[in-house]
């Protein structure tokens, strides 16, 4: 079993940045994947980003790439997700998630694990 957590979420003006960070319980944190999704009202759960089981490998989503990253540090069982240039889109619940499978993938389906999400709110 592993029991995630995410924080970090807020308020932030369009233009600025947030971090989110997404805290892992369990000493198996280095053999998953870890990925980032979000959902808006209204909408479906869609893909942010993912990373491989050792970092070595990340893949976004078209509408965050070049503003956000994925990285992970093994040692203190948590993944981050850095959020610069935030747009009013970018505005959703955002969720960790962990895949067994330890290269990572687009598809939810995939993750076996998920946190309860943080609030991420950008005002224009």
């Known amino acids: 079993q592993v029991q995630l957590v995410e924080s970090g979420g807020g308020l932030v003006q369009a233009g600025g940045s947030l971090r989110l960070s997404c805290a892992a319980s369990?000493?198996?944190?280095?053999?998953?994947?870890m990925g980032w999704f979000r959902q808006a009202p209204g909408k479906e759960r869609e893909f942010v980003a993912t990373i491989n089981w050792n970092g070595g490998s990340t893949y976004y989503a078209d509408s965050v790439k070049g503003r956000f990253t994925i990285s992970r540090d093994n040692a203190k069982n948590t993944a981050y997700l850095q959020m610069n240039s935030l747009k009013p889109e970018d505005t959703a619940v955002y969720y960790c998630a962990a895949d067994q499978g330890a290269e990572g993938s687009w598809w939810p389906y995939e993750y076996d694990y998920w946190g309860q999400g943080t609030q991420v709110t950008v005002s224009s």
């Open positions: 369990g000493r198996t944190f280095s053999s998953y994947a």
